[in-house]
């Protein structure tokens, strides 16, 4: 079975542009998270989409982020535009029941973005 | 908000060296995960442990949640375990439904 996967990897970018991050989950999870850790601080939540409906977007650092889940499949993080301290690594994780269930995350192998 | 804390910050072994890492968390918790974070900054899941013991290969884990504190343990280290070992929990006590990080150890095996 797949694990979580997202595209690209890696996105070099300059201050001012646009960037969009994309995370497919494992197949059958209906939670989908977004995470990132930016200058070597701690992992921080972004936000939690539940199929295709947000159920807690708290995380998100201001109205430059959008995240969307259309069909309740794959997920895309939308940073528009970037600035400096967007740099970091985002993940993206997914779990079959939620958390407060006692239900497992599970990470994918994250984006690294520079904005230079 | 609840708080995760992971002791060492920083730890440096010989290969063969046994190690502890140690995670406190300030709240009751209902799911605890421990990770590894390898040199390409990919994050591996080690444990979900929200309780009790489990072991698998040369690592193992321990959560006593009544004391609000999770242990995991490396026997025989290996360079191949260099990386950021990160604990997280899950407090539902707070309505939280997302894992708060701790800040990580960052191990080093040396040969």
């Known amino acids: 079975e797949a694990g979580v996967t997202q595209f690209p990897s890696h996105s070099v970018i300059e201050k001012g542009q646009t960037v969009t991050l994309r995370c497919d989950p494992i197949?059958?999870?209906?939670?989908l998270y977004w995470y990132r850790r930016v200058m070597g601080k701690e992992i921080k939540f972004l936000l939690h989409?539940?199929?295709?409906?947000?159920?807690?977007e708290s995380g998100m650092p201001n109205n430059r982020f959008l995240a969307e889940r259309t069909g309740g499949t794959y997920s895309t993080l939308k940073v528009q535009p970037a600035e400096l301290e967007d740099s970091g690594v985002y993940f993206c994780?997914?779990?079959?029941?939620?958390?407060?269930?006692?239900?497992?995350?599970?990470f994918g192998p994250g984006t690294r973005l520079t904005v230079l | 908000g609840i708080q995760v804390e992971q002791s060492p910050p920083d730890l440096i072994l010989q290969e063969g060296a046994n190690s502890t890492l140690r995670c406190n968390f300030s709240?009751?918790?209902?799911?605890l995960q421990w990770f590894h974070q390898n040199p390409w900054g990919q994050l591996i899941n080690l444990f979900y442990?929200?309780?009790g013991t489990k072991q698998n290969g040369r690592l193992s884990a321990t959560t006593v949640a009544t004391e609000r504190y999770s242990l995991l343990y490396i026997s025989s280290s290996q360079t191949t375990d260099s990386g950021v070992y990160f604990c997280?929990?899950?407090?539902?006590?707070?309505?939280?439904?997302?894992?708060?990080f701790g800040a990580g150890t960052r191990l080093a095996v040396h040969p």
């Open positions: 442990i929200p309780s």
């Open positions: 197949s059958g999870h209906d939670n």
């Open positions: 994780a997914s779990s079959q029941e939620s958390l407060t269930s006692g239900s497992e995350q599970f």
């Open positions: 989409f539940v199929k295709e409906s947000k159920q807690d």
């Open positions: 997280a929990v899950c407090s539902f006590s707070g309505g939280y439904n997302k894992l708060i």
């Open positions: 709240d009751s918790v209902n799911n």
